[in-house]
């Protein structure tokens, strides 16, 4: 049995005081330490806050992106290190606005999956097709480029999956539009038979979640699907309340009610 994770992208969002309310009022909703595991992928200037708040229990955080070097005259970046030094267990990789309005291409999202796992961070790494991708009926093909680019450094059979994959198809981020839970479910189970193509070990292992517009409403019947691990939540991670029902619709999941 695979956990389930919820996890939340609060993108360019948010100041020290709402990062301080928002984690607050998700350890006092008492979901965590109960699985599902959360983490919380705060802008960098919040990170420390956010440690601040949640340092000791089981809620967790990330980056919501790094570079590729360890140190270095790179102005303007952040290393794997120095997300480390702030608790961080996770961080984002590849995700579509990085790939679209940073021309992030699956080349360095290798380079940052490689250099995330260096430093001893988990890449939770986005995978999704645009919409005209979609609509030309090239989601499979795009999924396959965006899954091998990254399987040199996908972990070997008998390990723990080293990597987490959040499949977010881009025409569904921030419009409403969700995948419905078959059809997402369809798209999971290919991403899988990608990765068990390379190891059917892993394959079992690896947490796939999904992302694009996930909210309290259609949270719980997503995450039942069997290839769905959770959900990477944006919008609807800035509201405390929101989230927390998300989270909850998670932990129903698992207790099978
Ligand atoms: P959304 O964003 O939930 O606002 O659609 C998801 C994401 O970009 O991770």
Redesign the pocket.
């Known amino acids: 049995m695979r956990a389930i994770m919820v ?1 939340g ?1 609060w ?1 360019m969002n948010g100041l020290n005081a709402d990062a301080e309310h928002l984690t607050q009022a998700i350890i006092d909703a008492g979901l965590v330490p109960a699985s599902p595991e959360v983490v919380l992928f705060p802008p960098f200037t919040l990170l420390t806050t956010v440690q601040q708040v949640a340092k000791g229990g089981s809620l967790r955080w990330g980056g919501q992106n790094l570079f590729w070097e360890a140190h270095g005259a790179y102005t303007g970046e952040i290393s794997g290190a120095m997300l480390r030094d702030t608790g961080c267990r996770y961080v ?1 990789v590849g ?3 990085r790939r679209q309005i940073f021309q992030e291409s699956d080349e360095i999202v290798l380079r940052k999956v490689k250099a995330a796992l260096h430093s001893g961070l988990v890449p939770m790494v ?1 995978i999704g097709e645009t919409e005209q991708e979609y609509l030309e009926g090239r989601t499979q093909e795009v999924l396959r480029r965006q899954v091998e680019a990254i399987l040199p450094a996908l972990g070997s059979a008998g390990q723990q999956a080293n990597l987490i994959l ?1 499949y ?1 198809p881009v025409w ?5 539009k ?1 995948a419905s839970p078959a059809q997402a479910q369809e798209v999971h189970a290919f991403v899988r038979s990608l990765i068990a193509a390379k190891s059917p070990d892993i394959a079992r292992k690896i947490l796939i979640l999904y ?5 309290a409403s259609n949270a719980k019947a997503l995450f039942a699907e069997p290839d769905i691990d959770g ?7 800035l509201q405390a309340a929101e989230f927390i029902q998300i989270c909850q619709a998670a932990h129903a999941v698992i207790r099978g009610l």
């Open positions: 996890a992208n993108k984002l995700h579509s606005e986005c959040a977010e569904a981020i921030g419009t409403g969700t992302g694009g517009s996930v909210k959900g990477l939540v944006g919008g609807a991670s």
